[in-house]
């Protein structure tokens, strides 16, 4: 009895124990398999089953062959391998691991275990045991960590980046193989001592690293400098570095950190800085040349005073403030007087050196809170913006006229010029600058005609007789266009025989609505524009037509004047117009006004004068005696013919002087070969006394007056002045010799 218990109570000791064991198996995910190959018995735990996705009631397929289908291609070669060896004892594939496909058709890690522990009496395996553990959760975390590390080496490596790991309590530090390679080591094992990093240092570096590798390792935190090596190769390179402190679990103190080589970018960084400090230098110059620029932009070159760009801004200012403000806004407009004649005759640097003293004396004339500019050739601007009177801006006129009146000394000459100053004032919200500036001309204009050298207020007069001027020059213009500048024709008379000799011709307009105008209603406006040559050439060309037309109708004029202005007698061209025209030598005679002063003629007049030698064309002198010509001027020039003026002509009958100076002129010309005409022969006694004293040739009123050229063919065949002549004839004359301008048979 007491035998039974003891076997029971062992019985129940040895299910304990395997109760025990399989809740311990159950509780460890470790799946037991037991092949009993003499037997032929397989077992698998539930374990063993569930981590294949097989039921805990169902029976595992033991079969050997149907077993190797479920590994994965990739491993099967090595799982078969591995049982060989496992079942002959090898040790070391007593583990193996490999890849088996799950029920529902994943690949699941298998981790086996097991050995042979029993053998038949040939010694091969009997009876093989061991568990199977399901590491898949563990096999996809390596992978998540290998592909993280295959990451971080991707960026570490395209990055440059080396890292390092420093035991600062035993002085060993641990480099990657990036790091050994920037720092351009060969042959070192990846754990050495700290020391040899400091040497690598650049000298000039190494104290201020140390300084702040200390002071960081003190205050237990991580910090970031940089700082240059000298590599291994010798190459100086720039390093950056960044460390982090740490304590690791056996309480040594550690830095983990990376370095990286920034020697491209700190040179790239250098030269961008480089290139910025070029660039703001670059900029300054830039800044300096446009005020530079601005300034040249906005003053004249030679005096240095403002221009008339910086005027009209100047000028907008001022009359914006005195539109809303007390003040007046006064322009005065200065011109030079006789400065033309100092540039002519001393050359353009004598001509610069009034202006530059005249931009000093304006200056120094106005009033700190004036502006000044110089807005062109000898031509200036004064704005004055303060509450003014008129007796104010007068007195500084006058100070301006006074003070540029005074001579002045260059190189030896005494220089004396003048000043014309027109003024212009207004204020209120109704001001225009523009308009206030164009006032001041036109006041400019009145004070230049009024004599020069003094000043005039703007009138509303001034402005109404401008406004004509300049409706009388538009109107030239366009009469130039439409053909209206027409000659007129006044013969001359031989003063002997009373036959016709020639004919003087007039310019005449025919205006469109205010009829036939003379010369003096329309030569000054001419030659301020400038067309008074361009009139003198549509004349001479009419002219010549004329000729033509009086031939075909059978009276033939045996000379044609004309006068030339001095304008074109300066014209480099005008040979080579006249060669155009094909005149016929003889025909033609160019009037030249004494007042041209023949003295001083330029080189481009005497090459004209031997043109019209030439060419055929003579040259005749007109309003002598009242110019400034000069006998040695006549033996220069030797014209055809003089003409005494017609104020000298005036007084003969009743003056002796006058009638012994005109016997001196024509005594000269004879003595001169010279012949001479009389103009403003107004009566007969006027011909009688001319004709006594010698004179070639008469024009006047008493003979003929001017007239259109369809009447000369008429006039010459009525012969109408030699009736009238013959009445007024005291005593009878001899028989006339026949006329010069004859009617064709």
Not at 198 to 222: A, C, F, K, W, Y
Not at 520 to 530: K, Q, V
Not at 732 to 744: D, E
Request: glycine letters at 6%; charged letters at 30%; a negative charge.
């Amino acid at each position: 009895m007491a035998s039974a218990d003891a076997s029971d109570r062992e019985n129940d000791a040895l299910v304990e124990r395997e109760s025990r064991w399989n809740y311990a198996l159950v509780g460890s995910d470790l799946g037991v398999w037991d092949h009993n190959l003499k037997l032929g018995t397989r077992y698998y735990s539930q374990t063993w089953k569930a981590m294949r996705g097989i039921a805990p009631d169902e029976e595992a397929d033991g079969d050997y062959d149907t077993w190797i289908a479920l590994i994965h291609p990739d491993d099967r070669a090595f799982v078969i391998d591995a049982i060989d060896r496992q079942n002959a004892g090898d040790p070391n594939f007593r583990v193996f691991e490999y890849r088996e496909r799950h029920r529902d058709g994943h690949w699941i890690w298998i981790e086996c275990r097991g050995a042979c522990v029993e053998w038949d009496e040939n010694g091969a395996p009997a009876r093989l045991v061991g568990t199977d553990t399901d590491i898949t959760a563990r096999k996809e975390a390596e992978e998540r960590l290998a592909h993280m590390s295959r990451r971080l080496d991707l960026a570490l490596d395209i990055s440059g980046i080396g890292v390092f790991e420093s035991d600062l309590d035993t002085g060993t530090v641990e480099w990657d193989a990036r790091l050994l390679w920037i720092y351009g080591i060969k042959d070192a094992t990846r754990a050495w001592h700290g020391d040899a990093w400091s040497e690598t240092l650049h000298p000039d570096d190494r104290d201020r690293v140390h300084r702040t590798v200390m002071e960081n390792i003190e205050r237990q935190s991580g910090f970031q400098h940089e700082f240059r090596i000298i590599r291994g190769d010798g190459a100086e390179r720039v390093i950056r570095a960044k460390a982090a402190f740490f304590i690791d679990g056996n309480g040594h103190r550690k830095l983990i950190g990376a370095n990286w080589d920034v020697t491209e970018e700190v040179a790239l960084n250098a030269e961008l800085q480089r290139a910025k400090d070029l660039a703001e230098a670059h900029n300054r110059e830039l800044e300096a040349a446009k005020e530079s620029i601005e300034h040249l932009a906005l003053h004249d070159f030679l005096t240095g005073l403002p221009n008339r760009r910086y005027l009209d801004r100047k000028l907008e200012e001022y009359s914006t403030a005195s539109s809303t403000g007390d003040d007046t806004l006064a322009v005065l407009h200065i011109d030079l007087d006789r400065f033309k004649q100092i540039n002519d005759t001393l050359g353009h640097r004598a001509g610069d050196a009034m202006l530059k003293h005249a931009a000093s004396v304006l200056t120094e004339a106005v009033r700190p809170g004036d502006f000044v500019a110089r807005i062109g050739g000898d031509e200036f601007v004064v704005l004055c913006a303060i509450d003014v009177t008129p007796k104010k801006i007068s007195n500084m006129a006058e100070r301006i006229v006074r003070e540029l009146s005074r001579p002045i000394r260059y190189e030896h000459h005494e220089c004396r010029f003048g000043a014309s100053v027109g003024i212009a004032t207004d204020s209120g919200p109704m001001l225009d600058g523009k308009q206030l500036l164009l006032n001041a001309d036109i006041a400019l204009y009145r004070a230049k005609s009024g004599g020069r050298n003094r000043h005039e207020f703007f009138s509303k007069d001034a402005r109404r007789q401008v406004i004509a001027s300049k409706r009388l020059a538009d109107d030239i213009l366009i009469g130039l266009e439409r053909r209206e500048f027409v000659p007129f024709y006044q013969p001359q008379f031989d003063a002997r025989t009373l036959d016709v000799t020639g004919v003087e011709t007039l310019a005449r307009w025919q205006h469109r609505e205010h009829g036939l105008l003379a010369p003096d209603r329309f030569l000054d406006i001419a030659e301020d524009i400038n067309v008074v040559a361009t009139i003198d050439g549509v004349i001479l060309e009419q002219a010549l037509a004329d000729r033509k037309a009086w031939e075909r109708e059978g009276i033939v004029i045996p000379k044609i004047a004309v006068n030339v202005s001095s304008r074109r007698l300066d014209d480099p061209a005008l040979g080579k117009k006249l060669r155009a025209l094909k005149i016929v030598p003889g025909t033609i005679a160019f009037e030249l006004l004494e007042s041209i002063s023949l003295d001083d003629c330029d080189d481009a007049v005497i090459a004209n004068l031997r043109q019209f030698r030439r060419l055929g064309i003579d040259i005749e002198i007109d309003d002598f005696g009242t110019g400034h010509a000069s006998i040695v001027s006549l033996l220069r020039l030797s014209p055809k013919t003089l003409k005494i003026d017609r104020e000298l002509i005036r007084m003969l009958p009743t003056s002796s002087e006058q009638r012994k100076l005109v016997r001196s002129i024509i005594e000269i010309g004879r003595s001169l070969s010279i012949l001479v005409t009389a103009e403003g022969v107004e009566t007969m006694e006027h011909a009688r006394i001319l004709g006594d004293l010698g004179c070639d040739v008469l024009q006047g009123y008493a003979l003929a007056r001017p007239m259109p050229s369809v009447q000369i063919p008429s006039f010459v065949r009525a012969a109408s002045w030699r009736q009238a002549a013959a009445a007024q004839a005291p005593s009878p004359r001899k028989p006339s010799k026949p006329s010069k301008a004859t009617a064709a048979k």
